[in-house]
């Protein structure tokens, strides 16, 4: 067939790339990594203030991105970041590290997660739990293989709907009656943490831990701005709003907690939110939670499995990745190549039941990359000519993107010191990208010429 190459198609305004924001980040964190944070501190004060801090960092990433999507709207996002500022070996590894474990790997995980509660929820065979995580898989592949647009009309939908689920927590906070444990019952021990100076700050940063892998996942709309209308003006429109609508909902979800179970109850909780809602509204508030549960880990799903091959196509377009995954389907117009890789692959890892574990080794690695894709902004700061035009500049720089990197060094320099033969482990899993790195460029895979940018 003779003709232009395929391009993406520009589908999506700024309500999709909103909602990409919001789902990217809520997935089962907040309904579940509250308690953490009150186990490692002592009053309700110091978690909200816990939260409200990670919601800054949160903040403080969303300009840096705003700016780097600004500057280069392409399918991929940190990917061309880095290859444009530190070279295509730091991108070569940032993608290879979502391919083997962080993109397939969280599929495979959420996936899991999903059917459990839908399981419990519906009454189903523990044994259906593997069957409904697979056809998950199958079901979001072949919705994105179609088309964006119906890739993020799904998003939409569950978005809204785990919104609405938190929404339904926070009011029954409000308006229901706590209903908590019966006359005579022991209280769960107080949170351990001592409140000397010393002891809370080291408890703060222990605490921001959770907090900041909860706030995550904003930067998954860069992948996604070649698809988007208009994107050097909506997309830091959308980071923005959808950040700033999260960090909201989630301090007034951890108030709600802290209204109905109080912090040592919260501490002692392996289900915040489904005793939150048992305690407000009884056995109908369980249920409900249950069901936005699955509405949110089903929404994040759909998210990951939406953006990422757009990470994978932007690789092969590079010649660094196999051949057919850099091209888009002639008539969906996505990145069918790869989606279907990355379906198989996270099926893969779900079988083997290696997926949790692989994720604690290279988790750390997120936030390697997180910082170093921000620190991009200062190379094409350097790189600008008088007189360009960038639409959105992140304010407060360089202190801004300075702040955002310090405290991405902090959680990696933390993650490795909490564990430190895990990270050794991931360290090695990413390493292990260079050596596969230099065989794609020993077969002398020439580059496509951007055709798909």
Known sequence: M?????????????????????????????FLNPAIVA????????????????????????LCFAELGARRPAAGGGYVYLRDAFGPLAAFLYGWTLLLVIGSGAIAAVAVTFARYATDLLQLQPGAVSL????????????????VRAGATTQNVFTVLKLLALAALIGAAFVGRAALAPA????????????GAGGLVVAFGAALIPILFSYGGWQQANFIAEEMLEPR??????????????????????VAYLTTLGPARLAASLAPASETMRARLGTIGGTLIAAGIVASTFGFLNLVVLVTPRVYQAMADDGLFFGWAAHLHPH?????????FQAAWSIVLLLSGTYGQLLDYVVFGDWIFFGLVVATLFVYRRRDAVGDEIPFRTPGFPLVPGAFVA?????VVSSIGSNPRNAAVGAALIAAGVPVFLLWRRRGAAPAPHSNR
Do not use: C
């Open 233 to 254: 003006r909506n997309l830091p429109r959308a980071l923005l709003l959808g950040v700033a609508a999260v960090v909201i909902v989630f301090v007034l979800a951890n």
């Open 407 to 411: 405290v991405a060094l902090y959680v």
């Open 2 to 30: 003779s003709g232009a190459p395929t391009t993406y198609a520009r589908r999506l305004g700024l309500f999709d790339g909103t909602m990409v924001v919001i789902g990217g980040i809520i997935g089962a964190g907040i």
């Open 332 to 340: 969906f117009r996505t990145p069918s190549g790869a989606l279907l």
């Open 39 to 62: 186990q490692r501190l002592p009053t309700p004060a110091w978690i909200l203030a816990a939260w409200v801090a990670g919601g800054v960092v949160a903040v403080l990433g969303a």
């Open 184 to 195: 005579g019952a022991a209280a769960p021990p107080a949170s351990p943490v001592t409140p």
């Open 132 to 147: 409904l995580a697979i056809g998950a898989i199958v079901l979001l592949t072949a919705v994105n293989y179609i088309g």
